[in-house]
């Protein structure tokens, strides 16, 4: 009796120690390190922006916020990693543009739609490059000597898929060009094959770009869309030219579907406090970026739009190069 007696009052205090602690408050988000998933390569723009925001990301979490670079099929192996995370706010990512053109491209079954959408942060101008001692001066030199030798000029981008692949292929679409199109992984890489005289031009961002030009490395053609950039000054726009517009690259961040109220609320303020510094202020400047910031149910709308544009677009630029 007295050995039942005990084993009846050890599984009682066996259900009450239990009762306790799975009554006992989660820790407060967040309490460990946050993954950032970064969809390109070291070294672009995707990188550039996504380290600089983490570091500045961790002053308002107080815990790290640790990049990790997942590049490939346009950004679409990144993004259907963090898809299948668990929502808990632990590996959000770096959202670009290509969020919103992978399904269209075949690349992966995911978008916007799959995504907890935080906030977007920045625009780009996409631009056309050429190595200093290229023989075109302006754009309408190089048309014409593209026009004269169909399918054989090259033109280097940041990745089979990316938004600059696919402004080189609205150029030419729009322009009535035949190009040879030579992807690498990341901008980084398609701008020193340039500089080695490995391909004829790149599309590139602004940022990007800016930098080689001023070091006298490079010369930009045309920054594709309304206006000029104010970091390539003298550089004309579309407009300038009566060139194809493009569609410029834009910056994000996200996370797997259906996270917390709470979760989202404390990783947009972080990123807003980000995007509103000094410090990326700063990179904006420098990178030729427009800080925009818009929150997540604008960003959501903003995506979805962008979505229907190219899943309108890209099956007919992906019919042009067969």
């Not at 030009?213 to 003298?234: C, T």
């Amino acid at each position: 009796m007295k050995m039942r007696s005990v084993q009846q009052c050890a599984a009682v205090l066996a259900v009450c120690l239990s009762t306790v602690a799975c009554s006992r408050p989660e820790s407060k988000f967040p309490s460990r390190e946050i993954k950032l998933i970064v969809q390109a390569a070291p070294g672009g723009l995707s990188d550039t922006i996504s380290r600089v925001t983490a570091s500045l990301m961790e002053k308002k979490l107080g815990v790290p916020v640790v990049c990790e670079n997942k590049p490939g099929a346009s950004g679409a192996l990144a993004f259907s990693y963090v898809t299948r995370q668990a929502p808990n706010g632990y590996t959000i990512g770096h959202g670009p543009v290509e969020i919103t053109t992978v399904r269209s491209l075949g690349f992966g079954e995911v978008g916007p739609e799959e995504m907890d959408l935080l906030c977007l942060v920045s625009k780009t101008q996409p631009v056309l490059a050429v190595k200093v001692d290229a023989p075109w001066q302006t754009y309408a030199q190089f048309i014409q000597a593209v026009r004269a030798r169909p399918g054989y000029y090259v033109v280097g981008n940041s990745g089979t898929g990316s938004i600059w692949h696919i402004n080189a292929m609205l150029l030419e679409r729009d322009a009535g060009l035949r190009l040879v199109h030579c992807p690498f992984a990341g901008s980084s890489g398609a701008l020193t094959a340039l500089l080695g005289g490995h391909v004829d031009a790149v599309v590139a961002g602004v940022g990007e770009v800016g930098p080689h030009v001023r070091a006298g490395r490079m010369k930009a053609l045309l920054v594709f869309g309304p206006e000029r950039s104010s970091i390539l000054e003298g550089v004309p726009s579309s407009a300038d030219e009566n060139a194809p517009p493009g569609n410029g690259a834009w910056s994000g961040f996200y996370g797997p579907k259906g996270m917390p109220g709470e979760i989202k609320k404390v990783l947009m303020s972080a990123l807003r406090a980000a995007s509103e510094s000094p410090e990326f202020a700063r990179l904006c400047e420098e990178r030729g970026m427009e800080p925009v910031f818009l929150e997540s149910e604008q960003f959501q709308a903003f995506a979805r739009e962008q979505a229907v544009f190219f899943a309108g677009t890209i099956p007919g630029l992906l019919e042009g190069l067969r």
